[in-house]
């Protein structure tokens, strides 16, 4: 089992940036991909970024590339995603996620593990 825990979220203006953590424990996620969804009220959990196992393909929605970076330190057992030219329409609750597998994907079916989320939200 894979424990995931996200922190680094809290309320920046527009413009600023944020980097979010995900901590994992239980063993190691070096061999998993990773992923950074998440999910505004009354909207559905969507992909933000993805990374495979040795961080050398990532995914970003169209909405945040040039924007956001996903990256990983294995030695660390951590995924970070770092988020820069905040938008208001960036506040979501943002959740990180593990698949059992090295290579990513975009959809939430197809992570197993997940953490509880860490809320970001961005003034206008």
């Known amino acids: 089992q894979v424990q995931l825990v996200e922190s680094g979220g809290g309320l920046v203006q527009a413009g600023g940036s944020l980097r979010l953590s995900c901590a994992a424990s239980?063993?190691?996620?070096?061999?998993?991909?990773m992923g950074w969804f998440r999910q505004a009220p009354g909207k559905e959990r969507d992909v933000v970024a993805t990374?495979?196992?040795?961080?050398?393909?990532?995914s970003y929605a169209d909405s945040v590339k040039g924007r956001f970076t996903i990256f990983r330190d294995n030695a660390k057992n951590t995924v970070y995603l770092q988020m820069n030219s905040l938008k208001p329409e960036d506040t979501a609750v943002y959740y990180c996620a593990a698949r059992s597998v090295a290579g990513w994907a975009r959809a939430v079916g197809e992570y197993d593990y997940w953490g509880q989320g860490t809320q970001v939200t961005v003034s206008s």
């Open positions: 239980g063993r190691t996620i070096s061999m998993n991909a």
């Open positions: 990374i495979n196992w040795n961080g050398r393909s990532t």
